[in-house]
């Protein structure tokens, strides 16, 4: 046995007179990858969002991949929604450390209360936020003051385009003008079709071919004219 160790103890370069020389086994410690030795990198993970189903995600996800996301999640959702499936999702799959990328800061939400409860849920869980098209990185003081600014102008730019759109909705009914579709028959011309219609002079496909209207649509303007008589009577 002796003899035994000496050989081995000789292999390895160290001497053994009576027992075999201990061998100690790296034990990986916590955040590392069993092996290798080395810590696990933080990772950068996408979000990408669109609105209707006739979006396409492909923008989004060439940008994310480029810039290093080893991981996207995607979804079509409305970004007022606060119940966002695949951005629960990709929070739960995120770590300490990670960051979550977006393609532009309207990606992830619209109003600045909502980004700010948002950038306060992900700090306290120690996870970087980076927008691509604003170059916001929150990893850092500076990119933390650059979203704060820039949300608080996104939610200024949709204030004022709210604002102007009911004013100049208010100037154009002042001017007798209101939004809507446009009326596929004109008073005037419902009117002669209508009174060609009671005189019985014609058949139904006769006065609309004479005035240029749909035969559908003359039947549902006359729906809606003896309603409103029966209603008057």
């Not at 979000?47 to 996207?72: H, I, M, N």
């Not at 739960?92 to 309207?106: F, I, P, S």
């Not at 019985?200 to 303007?221: D, H, P, W």
Request: charged residues 20%; aromatic residues 8%; glycine residues 10%.
């Amino acid at each position: 046995m002796a003899r035994q160790c000496e050989i081995l103890a000789s292999m390895a370069g160290h001497y053994c007179a009576k027992s075999c020389v201990p061998i100690n086994v790296p034990v990986p410690s916590p955040g590392s990858v069993y092996g290798t030795g080395k810590k696990e990198l933080p990772m950068q993970i996408g979000y990408a969002r669109v609105s209707t189903p006739d979006q396409s995600f492909t923008l989004q996800r060439d940008a994310l991949e480029q810039c290093g996301c080893t991981k996207v999640f995607q979804e079509v959702a409305s970004g007022a929604k606060t119940a966002r499936p695949a951005l629960t999702a990709a929070l739960e799959y995120m770590r300490a450390g990670d960051t979550l990328v977006v393609w532009r800061l309207d990606r992830l939400g619209r109003s600045l209360g909502q980004l700010m409860g948002f950038m306060q849920h992900l700090q306290s869980r120690q996870i970087g936020f980076q927008s691509l098209v604003e170059a916001i990185d929150t990893t850092t003081a500076t990119g933390q003051f650059f979203f704060q600014i820039t949300g608080a102008f996104a939610e200024l730019e949709r204030n004022l385009i709210r604002e102007r759109t009911l004013a100049g909705l208010a100037s154009a009914r002042c001017r007798g003008r209101y939004g809507g579709r446009p009326r596929a028959i004109d008073p005037d011309t419902f009117a002669m079709a209508w009174q060609l219609y009671q005189a019985q002079t014609g058949s139904v496909q006769s006065i609309c071919s004479r005035l240029g209207i749909a035969r559908r649509t003359f039947y549902r303007y006359v729906a809606t004219q003896r309603a409103q008589q029966q209603r008057g009577g």
